[in-house]
């Protein structure tokens, strides 16, 4: 983690005590994801960093474009069977960005979700915590009626040509 404005510290440190609260012992996932896959590995390293600071132990992986059986066999079985890579203790938090980690038929796995989103994307309906980066040193929490949104709004498929539910094709 580079040096990190107040404001962003202060952000950053606000989501830990959210997801701190909710998740307090025992092997905890958090996905973060977003539209720009810069802005959501940022944020988890950032995260990351921050419950480090704790003196909790957080391991970070980017599992970039992945379907759910390859997410599962590599990096979330091995995290709960205690054989990832540095996340052998008890109480680790595995930060994981990627794609699709939000998508339904995965997000039972995570035990906080987080979505990035700048400039005029949307929020995504299915997340604990919903972050607007465009101003990456001030980040604030975005709130929005999401019942506004389609429950399928924020999915990613595997294959684009196919629509996703709820949409139009």
């Given amino acids: 983690m580079g040096e990190l404005s107040e404001a962003r510290r202060d952000?950053?440190?606000?989501?830990?005590d959210e997801f701190l609260h909710n998740a307090w012992a025992g092997r905890r996932l958090v996905a973060v994801e977003a539209a720009?896959?810069?802005?959501?590995?940022?944020?988890?390293?950032?995260?990351?960093?921050?419950?480090?600071a704790r003196g909790l132990p957080a391991v970070r992986r980017s599992v970039g474009d992945v379907d759910e059986a390859t997410l599962r066999r590599d990096t979330i079985d091995p995290?709960?069977?205690g054989a990832l890579p540095g996340a052998e203790g008890g109480d680790t938090i595995l930060v994981v960005d990627?794609?699709?980690?939000?998508?339904?038929?995965?997000?039972?796995?995570?035990?906080?979700?987080?979505?990035?989103?700048?400039?005029?994307?949307?929020?995504?309906g299915s997340v604990d915590v919903n972050i607007d980066v465009s101003d990456e040193?001030?980040?604030?929490?975005y709130f929005y009626d999401l019942c506004k949104l389609p429950p399928s709004f924020?999915?990613?498929r595997a294959d684009p040509s196919i629509p996703a539910v709820g949409s139009r094709a």
């Fill in 11 to 16: 952000l950053l440190e606000s989501v830990a």
């Fill in 36 to 52: 720009a896959e810069e802005d959501a590995a940022r944020f988890a390293d950032d995260l990351a960093a921050v419950l480090v």
């Fill in 79 to 81: 995290f709960r069977d």
């Fill in 98 to 124: 990627g794609r699709r980690l939000l998508n339904q038929s995965v997000r039972g796995i995570w035990h906080f979700a987080i979505w990035t989103l700048r400039d005029d994307e949307l929020p995504h």
């Fill in 137 to 141: 040193s001030a980040p604030t929490r």
């Fill in 154 to 156: 924020g999915e990613r």
